[in-house]
């Protein structure tokens, strides 16, 4: 395939796959201007904004004066004292056993995700990703042209193992689970995850759980102190899970990309081939800040998940105002909606640009391209606006004539 401006020849599969939804969607501010009384409201990412909490900051300019190891490459799997941090904490919030040599850190979670896949699935393989789905996992898998095998999600955007039994074929590789998800916001219940594992395992798949929210799952919370799964506790939990993590929204280290996998070693030895070859190892200063907040920022941490989960009733509460729009599901740094107007919804957004100051994403960019529940529905990145951009958002809605 030629494309027409670059004469050089693009990778078809590259060529077909849809392009990042969140740089599409800022393409869409372009020539467009916000008066002061009205300015941009960006809620299409879920990405903090902020910068780390100051013990943190000093952390890393200190590694980054003094450690002179953290300008060298370090271990491919990720560095030994943060593999063990991972492990113990992980044992001790799950109520299983993880040990070091099951865990391994990442260029951030996406590059986890894009490590485990190339250990499972090639060409003419097939991954059964519930709907709707996180689209950098559908755009790795179109990208390898690996088979996406959507799994339309059950009442309140939960899926259902019966439902995904029915899509298993023999080329069928694994299934990811995202909770809580995104873009759904909804945490799955603890026996939902327990019916996929026993799923997956009886039919020899693996069992990919992405916990990038786990730090904002309400079951964290102080109030009840519960773990949000029993998956860990199973002693054979590596034969079939594979869990994903990412630090950059806990302590907000978004452009120091580190992200986590726990798994089998045996799993992990296949995966240093793929991080070997695209970044020889982790972000050091990154792995240093990860390892510095999982010490010493727990309590922080604990605060953040309660102004997200004050964040999260703000959404539940504003549209009980809304009663035309549909709340699908709302969580971690999302809520998720069905709006009321005839127009498909990636139009939509892109009118609520210019006409409301809002910029969200359409559930076009979440669902496959045939879908016409993708036409109504939108995601809401909250995480980004406090209050009182939470209350304006509702105000603009309120006035949007559609």
Request: some cysteine.
């Amino acid at each position: 395939m030629i494309h027409p401006l670059n004469p050089t020849p693009l990778n078809p599969r590259m060529a077909a796959t849809d392009p990042p939804p969140v740089m599409e969607a800022r393409r869409w501010l372009q020539g467009v201007s916000f008066p002061p009384e009205r300015p941009l409201i960006n809620i299409s990412q879920a990405a903090p904004v902020e910068s780390p909490p100051l013990g943190l900051r000093q952390a890393l300019a200190d590694a980054a004066l003094n450690n002179p190891d953290a300008h060298l490459y370090g271990p491919v799997l990720g560095l030994p004292a943060l593999r063990a941090e991972v492990a113990k904490q992980w044992s001790q919030a799950y109520g299983g056993t993880v040990l070091e040599s099951q865990t391994a850190i990442t260029q951030g979670c996406n590059q986890a995700f894009c490590a485990v896949m190339s250990t499972l699935a090639g060409a003419g393989d097939e991954v059964i990703l519930p709907t709707p789905w996180y689209f950098n996992h559908k755009m790795w898998l179109d990208m390898q042209g690996v088979n996406t095998v959507p799994l339309a999600a059950g009442p309140g955007l939960i899926p259902e193992a019966e439902a995904a039994a029915r899509l298993i074929t023999d080329r069928t590789r694994a299934i990811v689970l995202v909770s809580p998800n995104n873009p759904g916001g909804v945490e799955y219940p603890a026996e939902t995850l327990t019916a996929f594992r026993d799923l997956c395992r009886a039919k020899g798949l693996a069992l990919i759980v992405d916990e990038t929210y786990r730090d904002f799952d309400s079951r964290h919370s102080s109030e009840n102190g519960g773990r949000p799964h029993d998956l860990f506790t199973d002693p054979d939990w590596h034969d079939t899970l594979i869990q994903l993590y990412s630090f950059s929204k806990a302590y907000r280290l978004t452009g120091h990309r580190v992200g986590c996998v726990t798994a089998s070693a045996a799993r992990l030895f296949q995966i240093e081939k793929f991080l070997d070859t695209v970044a020889i190892c982790p972000n050091q200063l990154g792995q240093i800040g990860a390892l510095w907040g999982m010490q010493n920022l727990s309590q922080w941490v604990a605060g953040e998940r309660a102004e997200i989960l004050a964040r999260r009733t703000a959404m539940v509460t504003g549209f009980t105002a809304l009663p035309d729009w549909t709340l699908l599901g709302c969580g971690a740094y999302f809520a998720y909606v069905e709006h009321p107007y005839p127009a498909a919804s990636d139009a939509l957004c892109k009118r609520l640009v210019s006409e409301a100051g809002l910029l969200m994403l359409p559930g076009t960019m979440f669902q496959p391209k045939d879908s016409e529940a993708g036409k109504r529905q939108i995601r809401i990145a909250f995480a980004n606006v406090d209050q009182a951009g939470i209350s304006e958002t509702f105000r603009r809605l309120s006035a949007f004539k559609g």
